[in-house]
């Protein structure tokens, strides 16, 4: 039996671009790998994966009991499994049943926590979703947030718990069942090297410098930015123009109004000076 490392973010917190990155990093070579053709695992959250596991319809099935179902679903992925599994996730960390949490220990090798300033998560999600971002600012402060949750329509999506956004980064670094690395998406702008040389040690890869620095190269935005206008990009919102569009930090200084940042910071201004986003 293999384990399952999880990528686990908040929605547009920098989770794809890490993902680029570990598939640069595993081909080793010295051209770009297409962002269509990453080699981590499917998102947790994918219904073709979950009825495959445990071959029914997932359809027929209330989004708590799928939710029941997916700790045993992730057990069978990983006793299926040869090697290490990289898997993107966007749930908060939550139970799945009154004696099981949603993602079990037993199945996991670690999680990688990325996480964003929430100023520049609104802005990134508001053109993800095609949202305002009054809307977006709003569902960041609701515990009742989900993504494909709506029961009319069959996405090709289990229904993802986030909670607010305080309480998404809370459930994952705050739990002690499974190891965990928080990755700030500041750091990997600043420090890109050694932000990702730390990772990639957390989760028992090679220690190469060299071939991390190669690797952050190969990952760089306006690489991934060119890919993406020459060949399109699957994982794009179809209400959004761009996947990857600046990825700059502090965008929310001239994007946002002085209300929304208040708000923003009313709601979540705890956490982010818990992670340096704001003076004590």
């Not at 053709?37 to 997932?58: K, Y």
């Not at 939710?67 to 139970?95: C, G, M, N, Q, W």
């Not at 040389?197 to 690797?215: H, I, N």
């Not at 965008?251 to 208040?262: A, F, K």
């Amino acid at each position: 039996m293999s384990k399952i490392a999880w990528l686990a973010s908040y929605p547009k917190s920098g989770n794809t671009w890490f993902r680029v990155f570990l598939t640069n990093f595993s081909r080793n070579t010295v051209t770009p790998a297409s962002i269509n053709a990453l080699n981590t695992s499917a998102i947790s959250s994918s219904r073709s994966v979950f009825d495959s596991a445990l071959s029914i319809e997932s359809a027929d099935l209330s989004a708590e009991e799928m939710d029941r179902l997916r700790p045993p679903v992730y057990r069978e992925i990983a006793h299926r499994a040869s090697e290490t599994l990289f898997v993107k996730i966007h749930d908060a960390y939550h139970s799945a049943a009154p004696s099981e949490s949603l993602i079990p220990s037993d199945a996991s090798l670690g999680v990688v926590y990325l996480v964003r300033n929430p100023l520049d998560v609104s802005i990134s999600l508001a053109d993800h979703m095609g949202w305002s971002l009054d809307r977006t600012i709003d569902s960041m402060n609701s515990d009742d947030t989900a993504l494909a949750s709506n029961p009319s329509r069959l996405a090709s999506h289990l229904r993802q718990r986030l909670l607010s956004w305080s309480n998404h980064v809370m459930s994952w670094i705050d739990q002690s069942q499974i190891p965990v690395h928080v990755v700030r998406y500041e750091d990997l702008h600043e420090y890109p090297c050694e932000t990702f040389m730390k990772a990639v040690k957390f989760l028992g890869l090679a220690e190469d410098a060299d071939r991390v620095s190669r690797a952050v190269s190969l990952s760089a935005f306006n690489v991934l930015r060119q890919q993406e206008e020459q060949e399109g990009f699957r994982e794009r919102s179809p209400k959004a123009q761009l996947f990857f569009r600046s990825g700059v930090r502090d965008r929310w200084r001239t994007v946002l109004t002085g209300e929304q940042i208040h708000r923003v910071v009313r709601d979540h201004g705890a956490m982010m000076r818990r992670l340096g986003y704001l003076e004590p």
